[in-house]
């Protein structure tokens, strides 16, 4: 299999060529860029599988790049690397559509094991002709394969997050799907922060789903959530 291709955005010198380094020893194709516009115009050049990218980043921040490569790419997966541990930046980054948040200093192991988590869940799986990979919502057609969601001519692209967590409400239609299994199926593990990201998440879904009055996710207290069609 070819090497993941990770773009790296770190103005830190000494913190990129260490990283730049081990994760190429660690099997990775490591494009390193020292600042935002870098950054933005390495992405532009050619395709990755990830991207690592620094907040406090020269020229431009690392939320903006996030942003630009969000409206070019709802799926690429993006993992914010930062010193800045405040509750609300994180939630910032989940909000523009971050798939994980790492404070610095971190160890290279525990980053190489979020880094291939989060290449797992977003790689599509081998091709199973048994698994049911199209849903009908209401008036909608969801094909998690393409990670799309369509209402009459309208196609909405999802992020991979979006679709695993409307995946998992489609195959628990009128049950419960249980906040618990669904932050450790799709973020990996159960914790306040990622709790957080998950409600993001659900609100988005919501606001996707509105055009159809007989479909609602609904908060079933203390236990998960519910996607009813009525």
């Keep these: 299999m070819p090497s993941p291709k990770i773009l790296l955005i770190e103005d830190d010198p000494n913190l990129g060529f260490l990283l730049h380094e081990n994760l190429e020893?660690?099997?990775f194709a490591v494009t390193l860029c020292a600042d935002g516009e870098q950054g933005w115009a390495a992405y532009q050049r050619e395709p990755f599988d990830l991207c690592l990218v620094d907040i406090m980043l020269p020229k431009k921040d690392g939320f903006t790049l996030a942003r630009e490569i969000r409206k070019k790419n709802e799926a690429l997966p993006?993992?914010?690397l930062t010193a800045k541990s405040l509750k609300d930046d994180r939630l910032e980054g989940f909000k523009i559509g971050g798939d994980d948040y790492i404070i610095k200093p971190f160890s290279l192991e525990e980053l190489v094991l979020r880094m291939q988590a989060v290449l797992k869940r977003t790689k599509?799986?081998?091709p199973n002709s048994k698994a049911k990979h199209v849903f009908t919502?209401?008036?909608y057609i969801f094909d998690d394969e393409r990670q799309s969601l369509q209402l009459g001519h309208h196609r909405q692209k999802l992020t991979s997050?979006?679709?695993e967590l409307l995946k998992l409400l489609c195959l628990h239609i009128n049950d419960i799907l249980e906040r618990e299994m669904a932050l450790k199926l799709v973020w990996?593990?159960?914790s306040y922060f990622n709790g957080r990201s998950m409600d993001v998440f659900i609100s988005k879904l919501r606001k996707y789903l509105q055009e159809d009055e007989n479909l609602e996710i609904m908060n079933v207290h203390g236990k998960g959530f519910?996607?009813?069609?009525?």
């Design 25 to 27: 020893m660690q099997g």
């Design 78 to 80: 993006i993992i914010f």
């Design 124 to 126: 599509a799986a081998a």
């Design 137 to 139: 919502i209401g008036k």
């Design 161 to 163: 997050k979006e679709s």
């Design 188 to 190: 990996g593990k159960d």
């Design 226 to 230: 519910k996607l009813v069609v009525r």
